[in-house]
């Protein structure tokens, strides 16, 4: 069916719209306090315009997923590139907060139709092992994203560059993909059924997929929570934060780029509960050490994130194969969601920690490094909850393959 189908340079603009995706999350970052002294927003509207990132990004995911088998991914990334441009020029050229809070969300679009065309895109160009080779090797390009996006806004600042020249940068990855995009032929869904919404949902509904969906909530703050707060322990410990950042973006790179024989050896749940054993021995280091140690720790929590979010997208495909595009979709969207949910619960831990601490005395850095520790402490929970889980999921899928094996025996 799809043998005409340029598979390279659909992957590879698939990974130039992910970078693309990874420079938006880390450049604007970097330029958040010049967008804040420019246009004198407090950090709660600065907090308002990061959320919309946030919020684009599950609402195309998740109408994406209802209408790839419909418009096909060409439509979906043509929207992308439309959304890209239009969120990075009107960055570029705002007049104030409201243009702001207009342009992160269609960034925040833009990313979301990148993960809901590519990803069931690639699932469809290739199966089995060389499938999650694949989705990894594409999900590199969001940290890699990030470590290159902040390197070069790092630079450019110190450089004295304006906020405006950083935010052009990112239009290099999206003039890349589009480039790659044009005028190739997109590949047709491959699994039987999978074009049908209703058939996607009653796949959606069985026991597997809603299993996979609240793993999806823990794997998803597991890997985006303690990124968000990690600055409290590191900046009272000795360690440099944006050393810490690089290092665990580039490890999660490297180890996605080698995904494939991890997979192969370890099989999905294999690899999904040694990466949650390892992101617990990461959070607990994290939450106990200080100084140079706290790289080593970085170390060990990059390798239990890594291949999180990817192999969760490649269970659903390859087990759940006939919730399609969707399912893909939906379980991404889940993810993000339950990053923002969690975001505000584990500030009041903060909270309740620092508030704690300095009822027993405690001022200045000792302060901050006992509050961030003992929040680092309870999110330990996290993964926790998910060796559990993925134990279950490992002896479950492993006896369904002896009954299906079996009931293929009888039938022979």
């Known amino acids: 069916m799809n043998e005409n189908i340029n598979r390279s340079a659909l992957f590879y603009g698939s990974c130039f719209a992910l970078i693309t995706t990874g420079f938006t999350f880390s450049i604007r970052a970097g330029i958040l306090p010049q967008l804040g002294a420019e246009f004198g927003l407090s950090a709660e509207q600065l907090g308002f315009i990061n959320s919309m990132w946030f919020l684009g990004f599950p609402i195309s995911m998740v109408i994406g997923g209802l209408v790839y088998h419909t418009v096909g991914p060409r439509i979906i990334m043509n929207i992308a590139f439309v959304a890209h441009a239009l969120g990075i020029l009107l960055t570029i050229y705002a007049g104030g907060y409201t243009t702001l809070l207009i342009s992160t969300l269609l960034i925040g679009i833009a990313n979301g139709c990148t993960e809901a065309a590519c990803n069931p895109m690639i699932a469809d160009m290739y199966s089995g092992v060389k499938m999650n080779k694949m989705l990894n090797r594409f999900h590199m390009w969001f940290p890699g994203g990030i ?62 997929y809603l299993f996979l969906i609240v793993c999806m909530t823990l794997t998803a703050i597991t890997e985006f929570g303690p990124g968000q707060w990690v600055g409290i322990i590191l900046g009272s410990s000795g360690a440099e934060p944006m050393l810490i950042l690089a290092l665990t973006a580039g490890l999660v790179t490297v180890g996605r780029f080698f995904a494939g024989p991890v997979v192969a050896a370890l099989g999905q749940t294999g690899v999904l509960l040694a990466s949650a054993i390892f992101a617990a021995i990461g959070i607990y280091l994290f939450s106990t050490v200080t100084g140079p140690m706290a790289y080593v720790a970085a170390v060990v929590f990059a390798f239990g994130y890594c291949y999180f979010w990817p192999v969760m997208v490649g269970s659903v495909a390859q087990r759940v194969p006939l919730s399609s595009a969707l399912g893909m979709s939906i379980i991404g969207a889940v993810g993000m969601f339950s990053s923002s949910i969690f975001q505000p619960i584990i500030g009041n831990w903060i909270d309740e920690s620092r508030a704690t601490y300095t009822a027993q005395g405690l001022t200045g850095n000792a302060l901050e490094l006992a509050t961030g520790q003992d929040t680092l402490e309870k999110m330990i929970a996290f993964p926790a909850i998910l060796i559990v889980l993925f134990t279950i999921l490992f002896f479950w899928q492993k006896n369904s393959k002896k009954s299906k094996e079996m009931e293929m025996a009888v039938h022979h």
């Not at 997109?186 to 796949?203: D, M, R, W, Y």
Request: a positive charge.
């Open 147 to 208: 470590l290159v996006g902040s390197l070069i806004s790092n630079f450019m600042t110190n450089l004295g560059f304006s906020w405006q020249a950083q935010m052009w940068v990112i239009v290099i990855p999206a003039i890349t993909y589009a480039f790659l995009f044009f005028g190739k032929a997109f590949p047709k869904p491959h699994v039987e059924g999978a074009t049908s919404i209703s058939q996607n949902l009653k796949a959606m509904f069985s026991p597997l």
